[in-house]
Antibody, heavy 124, light 107 residues
């Protein structure tokens, strides 16, 4: 079964770039059935979708973050990555990677599974 | 963008109670509605997809219903492990969006 694991620095300085990687195991990132996504959750708050990527490199970003976000995929390593530039304290959050699965019988889709999450704190 | 609004924001209930959580979309999303459960310190877990389909392995006491703009998650008989925060999420269009969450607490 699919498993996802986030990795990257837990502390980033203001104005710098946050970089995280998600490693996929138990399946191929190049599967036509999956998109791959990043979702974040500020401490004590709700969930915000950041963006998604297909193995071909096609991306969808949240317009609220689009100017600062880049999501990329490395099929040779079965990984995808998140870069968020010019970070501020407002970007402090637990960052989750997740698999977006589409139904085989419709266009319904959902996130399952999720990685365990990694806390990134923006502070000098 | 589609806004998702859950009610209530918090709920106190007892083991064995029947509980219903509501999620409303700011525009019609057909049945593109998913429900997740999140426990403290853990990642969200999928419970229900496409408004009413139960994820494999999820207990049958969980059920979902609705279409268009109004949806419900029902837990038929609360168990101790069900006390958690629940989120709805629309997958009709990007940017995907979540409700603000409903925290289910023990009475």
């Amino acid at each position: 079964q699919l498993q996802l694991q986030e990795s990257g620095p837990g502390l980033v300085k203001p104005s710098e770039t946050l970089s995280l990687t998600c490693t996929v195991s138990g399946g191929s990132i190049s599967s036509s059935s999956y998109y791959w996504g990043w979702i974040r959750q500020p401490p004590g708050k709700g969930l915000e979708w950041i963006g998604s990527i297909y193995y071909s490199g096609s991306t969808y970003y949240n317009p609220s973050l689009k100017s600062r976000v880049t999501i990329s995929v490395d099929t040779s390593k079965n990984q995808f990555s998140l870069n968020l530039s010019s970070v501020t304290a407002a970007d402090t959050a637990v960052y989750y990677c997740a698999c977006r699965i589409s139904s085989t019988w419709s266009t319904y889709n959902w996130f399952d599974p999720w990685g365990q999450g990694t806390l990134v704190t923006v502070s000098s | 963008d589609i806004q998702m609004t859950q009610s209530p924001s918090s709920l106190s209930a007892s083991v064995g109670d029947r509980v219903t959580i509501t999620c409303r979309a700011s525009q019609s999303i057909s049945r593109y509605l998913n429900w997740y459960q999140q426990k403290p310190g853990e990642a969200p877990k999928l419970l229900i997809y496409a408004a009413s389909s139960l994820r494999s392995g999820v207990p049958s006491r969980f059920s979902g219903s609705g279409s268009g703009t109004d949806f419900t998650l029902t837990i038929s008989s609360l168990q101790p492990e069900d006390f958690a925060t629940y989120y709805c999420q629309q997958s009709y269009s990007t940017p995907y969006s979540f409700g603000q969450g409903t925290k289910l607490e023990i009475k």
